[in-house]
């Protein structure tokens, strides 16, 4: 079956820190993988996908960076954040093969930035 | 460009009562449609979706939804609500598998007692 992992589930960073936050998904070879970010538990934000190792779209300019070192690894990462970065962090993904459309999202990584 | 919208921020309804919970979209092609739910402080879990076929698609926990092609619509529904419905919702689109998906802005259930 698959799965999706994320971690740490919860974050508390002083500004000017660097963060990391790590997604891995089993069960599913070659999955495009996704970060967003939720703010105030209402709309999702896309910030990067991947569609292959070392593959990585960036959708909103800002103070963070994505890697996909490995097929099922994604890690968002940050040199210096600062308070906007606070917020729900949710790491997802898509099927590779069979593709059936759905969006499988992993428990998310809450981030309080102070 | 596609975009989704769900007209609604809040929507309360009384145990045992049918809900709605509304969805519009505007994409040009035939969409893939779902819907999602989200409970505190977790991530977003697959309700139901709509490909193609019958225009009522049957999903997790009770909900159904209807594509309503001429409308642009995919209103979430279930016939008797329960406490335990309370969340936050997102309807979402693409054109293909593997599209980025477009979220809508989420609609907030309070089913009370």
């Known amino acids: 079956s698959q799965t999706i992992h994320q971690w740490p589930a919860t974050l508390v960073q002083p500004v000017g820190s660097p963060l990391s936050l790590e997604c891995t998904v089993e069960?599913?070879?070659?999955?495009?993988l996704y970060w967003y970010r939720q703010a105030a538990g209402r709309g999702l934000q896309l910030l990067f996908y991947?569609?292959?190792?070392?593959?990585i779209s960036s959708e909103v300019p800002q103070n963070l960076s994505a890697s996909r070192p490995q097929d099922r690894q994604f890690i968002l990462s940050s040199k210096k954040l600062l308070l906007s970065d606070s917020g729900f962090y949710l790491c997802a993904y898509t099927q590779g093969a069979y593709n059936t459309g759905e969006l499988f999202f992993g428990e998310g990584s809450r981030l309080t930035v102070l | 460009a596609q975009s989704v919208a769900q007209p609604e921020d809040q929507v309360n309804v009384a145990e045992g009562n049918p809900l709605t919970v509304k969805c519009t979209y505007s994409v040009s092609g035939n969409p893939y449609l779902f819907w999602y739910v989200q409970y505190p402080n977790r991530g977003l879990q697959f309700l139901l979706k709509y490909i193609t076929g019958d225009n009522l698609v049957k999903g997790s926990y009770g909900f159904e939804a209807e594509f309503n092609k001429s409308q642009t619509s995919f209103h979430l529904k279930k016939p008797s609500a329960l406490v335990s419905d309370s969340a936050l919702y997102f309807c979402?689109?693409?054109?293909?598998?593997?599209?980025?998906?477009?979220f809508g802005p989420g609609t907030r259930l309070s089913v009370l007692p």
């Open positions: 979402a689109v693409i054109l293909t598998a593997g599209q980025n998906f477009v």
């Open positions: 991947s569609v292959g190792i070392g593959q």
């Open positions: 069960g599913t070879s070659n999955p495009n």
